[in-house]
């Protein structure tokens, strides 16, 4: 069989799909750019293609079936960017490769930690030989309310890695889980509005939770709040989140993701004019610190989604149950 590995990545991913791709017997095409319209050809006689991040629309998706694309699987856990109805529509299977839940949950209790303790700011006076103390002033966790919302196994590692700091914990899931509720209280959303001090989302993004945190939510928020973000950016309102850190109800914010991040990520975009203006406006706030989707990359998560990509087309071709088809 043959796979068509699309923004393959040569410093660390290119060694790992040619070492899988060996063992699993899968013939490889390696292209270092995101699918579009002008390289869909390079999938011709591949039943199954390996992605990204990239933008799956209903045109590009159409291309690539009538090239004999019969598999899509994404390198990453969620799958928002693939336009699932079309894809069912011409009979395309979607998967992804999720990878473990540690680092991206490391990553959370670091932004949280970055956040009540200034850490930007710090940093930046470090930088230039400030070494005053006026304005850096942080708190400590096990004064603070942290709500957690989604409690996947992102999220519930978030919560395990949490207990050891003595805060008190909230948590929201649709699907409430025994293990969270030795350390932690379900409640409402309205819930952990009111009362969280810090507020981490790790829930995947839908038609409704689009905006869950927009102007109203804020509105019902803690003066002050902190709210980390390393799940998908459409989760909050990017907008109604300046206006909140302009008013200073907003105290501060750790994100990962951002909206309209498509085409951004991962590229070297420094002597560009970017089209996101939210961005550019959140990026200079000294109370917010924001990086660019990369709270996965670890060197496990490398390993993990290559192989378990691979793995899954060639499950997919031979007819076998695949743990990681989602639509």
């Known amino acids: 069989m043959k796979v068509t590995v699309y923004s393959c990545r040569e410093f660390d991913e290119k060694e790992l799909f040619i070492q899988y791709g060996k063992e699993l017997g899968i013939e490889l095409v390696l292209c270092p750019d995101a699918p579009c319209m002008e390289n869909a050809a390079l999938a011709e006689g ?26 899509v699987v994404t390198r990453t856990i969620g799958y928002d960017h693939i336009d699932r109805e079309a894809a069912k529509k011409l009979g395309i299977t979607v998967a992804n490769a999720p990878y473990g839940p540690h680092g991206v949950a490391d990553y959370a209790v670091m932004l949280i930690l970055m956040s009540i303790r200034k850490m930007k700011r710090i940093i930046e006076r470090t930088n230039i030989q400030d070494y005053t103390l006026q304005g850096i002033q942080g708190r400590e966790l096990k004064d603070m309310t942290v709500g957690v919302i989604g409690t996947g196994r992102i999220g519930r590692t978030v919560i395990h890695n949490l207990s050891g700091f003595g805060c008190r914990m909230l ?31 790790h829930a995947p993004l839908t038609e409704d939770s689009f905006h869950m945190i927009g102007k109203d939510t804020i509105a019902q928020m803690k003066d002050g709040v902190v ?19 302009e008013s200073g109800k907003v105290g501060a914010a750790g994100l990962d993701v951002v909206e309209n991040e498509f085409e951004l990520y991962y590229y070297d975009r420094k002597s560009d004019v970017l089209n996101n203006r939210e961005l550019a406006v959140l990026r200079g706030f ?42």
Request: net charge negative; aromatic share 8%; hydrophobic share 40%.
């Open 46 to 71: 591949s039943e199954c293609i390996d992605i990204l991040t990239s933008k799956m629309t209903e045109e590009l998706l159409g291309a690539l079936k009538e090239r004999g694309v019969r598999y």
């Open 171 to 201: 948590a929201y899931d649709l699907f409430e889980n025994e293990e969270v509720k030795k350390a932690a209280e379900y409640v409402t959303l309205e819930e952990i509005w009111k009362q969280a001090d810090i507020i981490t989302l």
């Open 227 to 245: 709210i980390v973000n390393t799940a998908r950016g459409g989760l909050i309102d990017s907008q109604a989140l300046i206006a909140g850190i």
């Open 286 to 327: 000294p109370n917010v610190t924001v990086t660019h989707h990369m709270a996965f990359y670890t060197d496990e998560c490398v390993k993990t989604v290559v192989r378990d990509s691979l793995m899954g087309c060639r499950l997919f071709a031979e007819g076998r149950e695949n743990p990681w088809e989602v639509a």
